[in-house]
Structure formats: C-alpha cells, structure tokens
C-alpha cells in the first residue's frame, strides 16, 4: 500500500482507520472491533481516535481491538483543547494510554484550537515525549495560517501532522494549507474522507466509479490517497465496509478519472476558511 512519510523517517500505510461513533454497545461493537481487527490484518494500521470519542470509551474499544498487535499500530489520539495545558494534558494522556491498554501513543494531536496558550502546549508535548509517552506530536482543524504560527513557537518545527476536513466536496485546503504542509513536510490527515456518505451518489463519482468496477466510497478514497502527502482515515464500523474501503489503496486513477472529479468538485479559486465538523 502507499505510504506516507512522517517527519521521523518513519512510514505509515496512507490508508488508515477512523473510529469516531464506533458503536459502543452489543453486536454493533463486537462489529466494530472486528473491523478494525480486520483493518489490521489488511494493512490499515493507522489507527485514529481521540479522548472525545465517546468521553474514552471509543478509545477503550479500540485498546480491545489492538490487544496483543500493539507493535503492528501507528496509534494516534487526541486530547480536548481544554485539556491542552502542562498539568491536564499529562492527566488526559495518561487516562487514553490507559484505556487504549499501552504504554505510548506514536502520534498525539491537540483536537482542535483553543485558549490555553499554544507555547505551554508544545512544552507539554515535548515533555511527554521525552518521557517516551507519545513518539510524536501534531495539531488538528488549524488552518494555515495557524499552523504556521504553531511552526514558528519554541518546538512547534517538530509538528508531525495536521489532520482536517478533506475529501472531494471539501477542498478549500489545496488553496494554502496543503500547500503549507508540503513546504514544511509535514503529512496531512485527511478526516471525514468519505464526507460520511454525502456525496457518494453524485454521477461524476458514480461514471467514474463504474469504469474501475468500484464504488463512490473507493473512488473518493483512491482519489485522495492520489494527492502527495496525504493520508485518509476512514471510519468503517462494519467489516463489509472495511474490506470495501481497503480495496480503494488498489485503484490508480487516469488523468481523465482526475479531470471528470474536478469539474464535478472544483478545486478552490482562492482562500476560504477551514471547513470543520
Ligand atoms: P467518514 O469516514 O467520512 O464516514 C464514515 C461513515 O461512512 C460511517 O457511517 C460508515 O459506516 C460509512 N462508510 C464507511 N465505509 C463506507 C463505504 N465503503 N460505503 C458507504 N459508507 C461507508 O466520516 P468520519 O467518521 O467523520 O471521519 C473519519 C474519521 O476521521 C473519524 O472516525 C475520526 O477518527 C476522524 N475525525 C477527526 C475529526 C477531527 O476533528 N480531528 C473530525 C471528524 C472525524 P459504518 O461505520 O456503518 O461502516
């Protein structure tokens, strides 16, 4: 599968795994476990999640599914920003290593901007990596202009990710911020790829859909892992789903598949602000 190079040299397979609203409950969960189990063995093995996920009990299900395959997962959660600052963001790490059952996150994010001040939120970070809890750091829904403000504080240079709002209906970020991110060589984590099911019907993506004998869902997956330096984290809490999304990493799109999706989903014109869920 493609990968995508992260700033420690270290390569992680661009298609990963999302797990926002993972049923938490009965056979949905026993479903959703076994999907990202399924991920893994099909080589998905970014994992995303965050402490907001079901205040933690996403991440719990997620320390159920990597049970024993800890080595095989390029893990990565996210603290509240409220919880960004040197003595609550040590406490909110601690509780998600806990409950995600290992002793290290590779990747961990602040969730998205907020008021605590972004210099003792990067100290933070770097202490926690020293401590070895977490292998590296990033930001996510920053826009680029603050990412770029984010890059110029004492650590900010060692931002490893920022993970936004991307997929075909939501470009706005090719307009500055993805632009950034390569510049700076730092990957980015494209969210809600499949824009949870809105646009996978539009005909653009069906015509082109029906020419590799896929689906809008794979199409919009095979088009993002296309763009350089990006990663796509889908949420499949269902193993159809999973081996569907998997088989995207597949597809190679043609020049004429590339131009048929922009005149159905331009490209932005000019600067517009970062799309957020
Ligand atoms: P998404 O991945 O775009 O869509 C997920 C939805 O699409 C689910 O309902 C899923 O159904 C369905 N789906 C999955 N594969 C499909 C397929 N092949 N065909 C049709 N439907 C399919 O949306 P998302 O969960 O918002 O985003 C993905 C991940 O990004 C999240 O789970 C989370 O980890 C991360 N995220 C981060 C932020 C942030 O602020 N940093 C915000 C939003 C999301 P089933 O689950 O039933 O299979």
Redesign the pocket.
């Known amino acids: 599968m493609k990968t995508v190079e992260f700033p420690s040299g270290r390569r992680v397979p661009a298609l990963g ?6 049923a938490q409950v009965g056979a949905g969960r026993a479903e ?1 476990i076994a ?1 990202l189990r399924l991920g893994l063995d099909l080589g998905m093995t970014a994992i ?3 402490e907001m ?1 079901g205040e933690g009990a996403v991440e719990s299900i997620v320390g159920e599914a990597i049970r024993g395959r800890r080595e095989e997962v390029f893990l990565v959660s ?1 603290c509240y920003p409220q919880n960004a600052s040197r003595r609550r963001m040590e406490e909110a790490c601690a509780r998600s290593l806990e409950r995600l059952r290992t002793d290290r996150l590779d990747l961990y ?1 602040l ?2 901007p907020g008021s605590v001040p972004i210099d003792e939120t990067l100290e933070t970070f770097l202490r926690l990596r020293e401590q070895g809890k977490i292998l590296a750091f990033g930001i ?2 920053f826009d680029a202009r603050g990412a770029g403000r984010v890059w110029s504080r004492p650590g900010g240079s060692a931002l490893a990710t920022d ?3 991307y ?1 075909l209906s939501e470009r706005g970020i090719e307009w500055d911020l993805l632009p950034w991110c390569r510049e700076h060589g730092v990957p980015l ?1 494209a ?7 809105a646009f ?1 019907k539009t005909p653009a993506l069906q015509r082109v859909a029906r020419r590799h004998a896929a ?4 199409i919009a997956l095979a088009w993002l892992l296309s763009r350089d330096g990006v990663m796509a ?6 193993t ?3 081996r ?2 998997r088989h995207a990493a597949d597809l190679t799109l043609t020049a004429a598949d590339l131009a048929e999706l922009d005149a159905a989903f331009p490209p932005p014109s000019g600067p517009s602000p970062l799309a ?2």
């Open positions: 795994q999302g797990t926002w609203n993972l959703a999907s995303d999640t965050a996920y996210k994010l969730h998205w996510s829904n993970q936004v709002l997929n984590m969210y809600t790829p499949l824009g949870q099911g996978l689906t809008g869902a794979q984290i889908p949420k499949a809490g269902r159809a789903h999973l569907e999304n957020m869920l």
